[in-house]
T-cell receptor, first 112, second 115 residues
C-alpha cells in the first residue's frame, strides 16, 4: 500500500523556491515524515524529517499541516545542483528496519 | 560527516560467477542495509543487519546472502550471478541510539551488470 503520494515531476527556476508537496492522508500518530533526494547515479541523501512541527535545517524547510495529512518540502533558493528525485517517506522512528519505502518520488528539474 | 563507501562503482560479471559487493561505514552505526534499485521498481530491501553476525531478510533475499563479521563492514554475496541481478546496488547504514535521527546514510552505489 502506498503511504505517500507525490507528483511525478516539477520544474523550478534557478534561485526561486521549490515547493514539493506530499500527501500522506493515512499517517499514524507516531509516524514521522522523512525526505530524501537522489541525484542521478548517486545514492539517496537524507534531507530532513519531522513529526508535527515545522522543521528547518541548512538544506531545506519542512512544513507539515496541522492534521498531518500532507507536507511540503521547501528548498528556499533552488540551484541547478538541486535537480534530483525527491522522496517523501512516512515511518515510525526506530520501529522497523524493513519499512523504508521509496516510491517513485518527484523528479525536480531546476532550470537556469 | 557519515561516510558509507562501496568497493566498486561499476562491475561487470558473467552468469554463474560468485560476486562480492563490499560496504564500509565509518560512523559506528549498528544497522546496515543492502538495497537494489531498478527503473520503475524503486529501492527494494535485500537484507539488513542490526549487529555483528546478525542478519535479517528484506523483501527480496532470494539469490543473495550477506556477511557481517565486523561492525563497519557489510558484504552482499551473489552466489551464482544471473542476468536478472543486473541492477544498481545501494548500501546504507543507520544508528538506533536514542540521540539518532534514525536516518539512513547511503553509499554511492554499485552498478552491476551480469552478462
Amino acid at each position: 500500500d502506498a503511504k505517500t503520494t507525490q507528483p511525478p515531476s516539477m520544474d523550478c527556476a534557478e534561485g526561486r523556491a521549490a515547493n514539493l508537496p506530499c500527501n500522506h492522508s493515512t499517517i499514524s500518530g507516531n509516524e514521522y515524515v522523512y525526505w530524501y533526494r537522489q541525484i542521478h547515479s548517486q545514492g539517496p541523501q537524507y534531507i530532513i524529517h519531522g513529526l508535527k512541527n515545522n522543521e528547518t535545517n541548512e538544506m531545506a524547510s519542512l512544513i507539515i499541516t496541522e492534521d498531518r495529512k500532507s507536507s511540503t518540502l521547501i528548498l528556499p533558493h533552488a540551484t541547478l545542483r538541486d535537480t534530483a528525485v525527491y522522496y517523501c517517506i512516512v515511518r515510525v522512528k526506530f520501529y522497523n528496519n524493513n519499512d523504508m519505502r521509496f516510491g517513485a518520488g518527484t523528479r525536480l528539474t531546476v532550470k537556469p | 560527516d557519515v561516510k558509507v563507501t562501496q568497493s566498486s562503482r561499476y562491475l561487470v560479471k558473467r552468469t554463474g560467477e560468485k560476486v562480492f559487493l563490499e560496504c564500509v561505514q565509518d560512523m559506528d552505526h549498528e544497522n546496515m542495509f543492502w538495497y537494489r534499485q531498478d527503473p520503475g521498481l524503486g529501492l527494494r530491501l535485500i537484507y539488513f543487519s542490526y549487529d555483528v553476525k546478525m542478519k535479517e531478510k528484506g523483501d527480496i533475499p532470494e539469490g543473495y546472502s550477506v556477511s557481517r563479521e565486523k561492525k563497519e563492514r557489510f558484504s552482499l554475496i551473489l552466489e551464482s550471478a544471473s542476468t536478472n541481478q543486473t541492477s544498481m546496488y545501494l548500501c546504507a547504514s543507520s544508528s538506533y541510539r536514542a540521540a539518532s535521527t534514525d536516518t539512513q546514510y547511503f553509499g554511492p552505489g554499485t552498478r552491476l551488470t551480469v552478462l
